[in-house]
């Protein structure tokens, strides 16, 4: 290698930078969860309903996201539907999985 001290050091920076990036994409879950209900969101309404909501937890189970690979595992995407729908209206939007109140975590 014959890189001078600037070349090497930006070099350097450069390959830190992207380090930096990849571990904040892992770190987090809130933007693959809302790339996952785009996905899901199969209609485009910007709401899922049940036939849609399975599809997003089988993509959260893919990356360990909160209970999504419990409710996969038991099948229990009927009970995480209607956890998950807060206003009883059948679809599930974006606005209430990201109102889920903490006494909702416990079993
Ligand atoms: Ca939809
Ligand atoms: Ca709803």
């Given amino acids: 290698m014959n890189l001078s001290f600037g070349n ?3 070099f350097v920076l ?3 930078f992207t380090g930096i990036g990849m571990h904040a994409e892992e770190k987090n879950p809130m933007a693959i969860v809302k790339a996952n209900f785009q996905a899901a969101d199969r209609d485009g309404n910007g709401a899922l309903d049940s036939r849609e909501f399975p599809a997003l937890i089988d993509a959260n189970a893919e990356h360990k996201i909160g209970r999504a690979a419990m409710v996969k595992r038991f099948g229990a995407y ?3 539907f209607s956890t998950a729908d807060r206003d009883a209206d059948g679809v599930v939007a974006w606005s209430e999985l990201m109102t889920k109140r903490p006494e909702h975590e416990d079993d």
């Fill in 14 to 16: 450069v390959l830190s």
């Fill in 78 to 80: 009927d009970r995480a």
């Fill in 8 to 10: 090497r050091a930006l």
